[in-house]
């Protein structure tokens, strides 16, 4: 049976218009070159290709323009100041759903310190119920990386949500990654939509999905058999010794 979600976010249009120049970062970015418009899978959408091709970038476009803090965390996690992040997010037209989310997270890899630290001074101040308990109860710093980034999937995410990730498997074992396929279809199945940017094939495997990988060719839909990343790891493990031996041989 397919499943089919409200969708929160359709799609996203560059207003290529209004971009001053394609000069400077984030608007000399390749992937942006031929990007008009980019349309979202309800359940989960993928975002893939080489390091530096602009995903990050991109991801964090999208959450800012859907109202997420640049740094990650909730709607609702104001925790710093609006003008670090690049300004692609002002450029970006937003095509929503008729239904609104009920929850939402943005999770960077990269900053999900800052989001534990928050999480500790907000419970410091005290006011209302302890934001940690959402999380699982246990501080996010006294947890191991991929602990804690788990705990926050498990108990924080609620369903009804847009939870966009950038390279959650960063922190996670391969079985974890592949708990973390379980966690995505449960939401998935409370009408939650995800985006994500991945380098594990095991993670974009997820079935009811699109993948666009960015290339310095631009932005392209894939099946997941047609990416560099599966198409890599499967010949290491078909022939470990031949992929050896020309890395370390040259
Ligand atoms: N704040 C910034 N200023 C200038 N260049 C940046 C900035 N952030 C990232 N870049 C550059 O933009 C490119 C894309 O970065 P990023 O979006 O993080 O790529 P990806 O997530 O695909 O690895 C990189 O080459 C990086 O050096
Ligand atoms: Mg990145």
Known sequence: MELFNEQFVRSIKLKREEIPSFKKYPFNLPSLKTLDELSFHPNVTFLIGENGMGKSTLLEAIATALGFNPEGGSFNFNFSTYDSHSPLGDYLKVIKGIEKPRDGF??????????????????????????????????????????????????????????????????????????????????????????????????????????????????????????????????????????????LNG
């Open 106 to 247: 943005f999770l960077r890899a990269e900053s999900f310190y800052n989001v534990a630290s928050n999480i500790e001074e907000l419970d410091r101040e005290g006011f209302g119920p302890r934001v940690i308990d959402s999380f699982g109860g246990v501080s996010l710093h006294e947890q191991s990386h991929g602990e804690a980034f788990f705990a926050t999937f498990l108990h924080r995410f609620g369903g009804n949500g847009i939870y966009i990730l950038d390279e959650p498997e960063a922190a996670l074992s391969p079985l974890r990654q592949m708990s973390m396929l379980t966690r995505i279809h449960d939401l998935v199945n409370e009408n939650s939509q995800f985006i994500i940017a991945t380098h594990s094939p095991i993670i974009m495997a997820y079935p009811e999905a699109r993948i666009f990988e960015f290339s310095e060719e631009g932005i392209n839909e894939r099946r997941l058999e047609e990416t560099n990343h599966y198409q890599i790891m499967k010949q290491f493990f078909v022939d470990k010794n031949r992929m050896l031996h020309h890395l």
